[in-house]
């Protein structure tokens, strides 16, 4: 069964906004310690753009969208949601959201995966 799913992406011109949302099942999104976004292009590794942790009390971003990304989440419709601004072409790829738990070395394991949203910069 799907337990995460995302949604909200989209083509949009540099400079533009897009806001992703990540619908999770209830025990997903209650039971997770650790929430994030990864993103894809083709032919690229893929790379995370924005982790929570903590219910949100801890965030991490990379330089490549530091102060153009952000995570939230709202914890009555079980949703983790990912604005993005000041898109740049660069940022063009399949997003996807994740969740899981710590592993034995306190490090995220993301073992729950969406099947992702694609975003298009032009």
């Known amino acids: 069964h799907v337990q995460l799913v995302e949604s909200g992406g989209g083509s949009v011109q540099a400079g533009g906004s897009l806001r992703l949302s990540c619908a999770a099942s209830r025990y997903l999104f209650s039971g997770s310690i650790c929430m994030a976004w990864f993103r894809q292009a083709p032919g690229k590794q893929r790379e995370g753009v924005a982790a929570s942790y903590r219910g949100g009390r801890t965030k991490y971003y990379p330089d490549s969208v530091k102060g153009r990304f952000s995570i939230s989440k709202d914890n009555a419709k079980n949703t983790l949601y990912l604005q993005m601004n000041s898109l740049k072409p660069e940022d063009t790829a399949m997003y996807y959201c994740?969740?899981?738990?710590?592993?034995?070395?306190?490090?995220?394991?993301?073992?729950?995966w969406g099947q992702g949203t694609q975003v298009t910069v032009s």
């Open positions: 994740a969740t899981g738990s710590p592993g034995y070395d306190g490090s995220c394991r993301y073992n729950y």
